[in-house]
């Protein structure tokens, strides 16, 4: 709670509001804190966080990315950004859980909004931006999790092997500007389109990496990634299941490390030991079927 108390005071007295007023904490965050906040007529989002090294969270690719995806029409307009703080327009949305997004209707429009993200956002880019590879990320999230004494440690040295044989399977890849956090939580609905938010791991990637983590983070069927592959790539999607599968073992076993690793590092309130739980028997699930 002093966490989100110091954020209140922050928010209150950042420049770019003149009487800031009904300031209150959204849910969801487990990287930052974020609050809501209203003033001159208008709603905010203040996201609260500073760089991230162990989780590869840099602000400064946040932010770039955050407004080339703005320019392209994906995500709410940049207000105010200053070192740990950055102010987005509310956007007055449903936001979606696992079972809207895995809604045929729903699920088909998250796929344009997708595909509009790959084909789009780098037009906007007025910077470099980083390249998010998950293998390398997977290896980094590894090493760290040995150095530091993990209480996962037995089970690294496998999944560093099967990283290996993954990274060998996946053969060329394409690259896109990526979102590569394709939470529920991080799409939202306003009746008439949707929304993309938080691009804390934006960058270069596969779009495989997407389309595989909307899948996994959603608990998609087997007739449900088929039928995403082929609106995404307007073909056969048979052509990219092996690859894709390969994506989908990665993306998880990424979300795994990635909460081993927050079970360390992070000072943010959450389950993370059952949030490691659950995406490891998802890995491990996938991993065999493959």
């Known amino acids: 709670m002093q966490m989100i108390e110091k954020a209140i005071v922050k928010a209150s007295q950042l420049p770019c509001f003149k009487n800031p007023k009904d300031i209150q904490p959204l849910s969801g965050g487990i990287t930052n804190v974020n609050l809501c906040i209203s003033d001159g007529g208008q709603r905010f989002v203040v996201r609260m966080g500073t760089d991230i090294p162990e989780h590869g969270i840099m602000r400064w690719n946040e932010l770039k990315l955050s407004k080339a995806a703005e320019a392209a029409d994906i995500s709410p307009k940049v207000h105010y950004h200053e070192e740990g703080v950055l102010v987005l327009q509310y956007i007055q949305a449903k936001t979606y859980d696992e079972k809207a997004v895995r809604k045929p209707e729903n699920l088909e429009r998250i ?85 993309l938010i938080d691009w804390e791991y934006g960058g270069y990637n596969s779009p495989l990496f997407d389309l595989a983590g909307l899948a996994s983070n959603n608990s998609m069927s087997k007739d449900q990634e088929l039928h995403m592959l082929e609106q995404y790539y307007n073909h056969n999607p048979e052509k990219f299941w092996q690859p894709y599968q390969t994506m989908k073992c990665v993306s998880l076993m990424r979300e795994t490390l990635w909460s081993m690793t927050a079970e360390i590092f992070s000072e943010i309130d959450f389950d993370y030991s059952s949030y490691t739980s659950k995406n490891l028997k998802r890995f491990e699930n996938a991993f065999d079927q493959i």
């Open 111 to 195: 796929i344009k909004l997708i595909k509009k993200t790959h084909e789009y956002t780098a037009n906007f880019l007025e910077t470099p931006i980083l390249t998010f590879w998950p293998f390398q990320i997977n290896r980094t999230y590894i090493k760290r999790l040995q150095k530091n004494n993990s209480i996962h440690c037995s089970i690294l040295p496998q999944m560093q092997q099967n990283l290996e044989k993954l990274e060998t399977a996946i053969g060329p890849v394409q690259l896109v500007v990526g979102h590569n956090d394709l939470l529920a939580a991080n799409i939202l609905d306003d009746g008439n389109r949707l929304w």
